[in-house]
């Protein structure tokens, strides 16, 4: 393929002509910083990727954390593991017993999430929260999201809430906001 074939292709000439027009009417001092931010802000994310690993939590329990990959970015999340303690302190012996079992959950969880629920978004917009949400209630079928795991899952969807809001180049909290209007 030519480099002239390869422009067109891409639709490149008129894209890098916005960009120029754009530059020269902000009267921009860098042209070349502001036709590159304009072009980044042209192409639209996907999500390219989603990674999980077992990590530990500030009490040393086995938890999930989520990087999820755009043609941007990475946006990172963790949440408890599955059956995570709450409350008072448990007796050692039963601790100890339970910090196996949650491992071996959170290990289950990681590798769903890298396979399917990896596979269910990749090429998804992160901005389309409910619908990426659908996408991971859809995988598990369980009464009680015993499959993927509810904190995996919730782990996946605010990884994914980050990189939204990232796009749209707003806080958190207002991508937030702003979805629960919608």
Known sequence: MSVQEYLEKHLLP???????NAAVR????????????????AAPAVITRVCA???????????VEVDLHTNKAVHRASAAGPGAPEGAAVDATRDVEK???????VAD???????????????MDPQQQAQI???IMDLDKAHHRTEVGANAMLAVSI????????????SLIFFIWVLGEN
Do not use: W, Y
């Not at 008129?14 to 120029?20: D, F, H, L």
């Not at 690993?53 to 938890?63: K, M, N, V």
């Not at 910090?99 to 959950?105: D, I, N, P, T, V």
């Not at 969880?109 to 090429?123: F, H, P, Q």
């Open 14 to 20: 008129r894209k890098i002509e916005e960009a120029v």
């Open 26 to 41: 902000a009267k921009a001092a860098d042209p070349v910083l502001f036709i590159s931010t304009h072009m980044r802000r």
């Open 53 to 63: 690993r077992q990590i530990l939590d500030s009490r040393g329990a086995p938890a």
């Open 99 to 105: 910090r196996r079992l949650l491992a071996k959950a």
């Open 109 to 123: 969880s990681v590798r769903l999430i890298n396979g399917k629920v990896s596979e269910a978004l990749v090429g």
């Open 133 to 135: 949400d659908q996408a």
């Open 159 to 170: 990884a994914a809430c980050k990189a939204g809001a990232a796009e749209k180049e707003v």
